[in-house]
């Protein structure tokens, strides 16, 4: 089964966030996660899924018409054979995203195509997973790749401020994002957050003229915030 990724859903829809918002995407979604942020909306991508070969997944996605793909989860980078399907998209000529926590090694020891564009969530403290960062993966970044801040309270705007400023991250990536956190009721696993107003972090980014790109997620604002395969 060497050739072969856990997948929890393949589904063709609007990208939501990054520097790619509102284009057309397909979007793949892996299964299994080892982080529980008291946010997250996949919750039911943490455990199952239906294991399907690198090959049979090629197909399904490089049958719509569709230029751009994400790679995300759960946690993809978990599965290492993840960079195999990367490397092929690659290869078929689509343009390759792959969003991760940054907790595992974005290089894959070496294995990740350079033509992938990692958009690399690092937790702040209030995500209740902060202690998860891997910093090596700062070296790890290139040009072309994005950064991204989910904030939940002015203490987690602060801490991404530090954050931005010590690694010089705007020098390091291609776009360096802040999202306000959406309202998330609990799960089975997760806590829950009841969300922050766009208006704030949009108030202390004016304010302190910060060169951030501040998204929202726009896909919940399409459909329900609950709805599944979009």
Known sequence: MADTLRINEVFHSIQGESTRAGCRCVFIRLAGCHLR????????AFKGGETRSIDELLDEVLAIDCELVEITGGEPLLQTRVFDLMRRLCEAGRTVLVETSGACDIDGDGACDERVIRIVDLKTPDSGECD????????????????KFVVCSRGDYEWARGVIAEHR????????????????????????HPGLHPRAL?????????????????????????????
């Not at 994002?177 to 009721?185: D, G, K, R």
């Not at 799960?187 to 829950?192: A, K, N, T, V």
């Open 37 to 44: 942020c008291v946010y997250c909306d996949t919750e039911y």
């Open 169 to 192: 991250l705007q020098d390091r990536v291609a776009s360096v994002l802040m999202s306000p956190v959406h309202a998330q009721p609990a799960g089975d696993e997760i806590r829950g």
């Open 132 to 147: 998860r960062n891997d910093w090596t993966n700062i070296d790890r970044l290139r040009s072309h790749d994005e950064i």
């Open 202 to 230: 949009a108030e202390w980014i004016l304010e302190d003229k910060l060169d951030v790109r501040m998204q929202s997620q726009l896909h919940k604002l399409i459909w329900d915030p609950q709805t599944r395969g979009v």
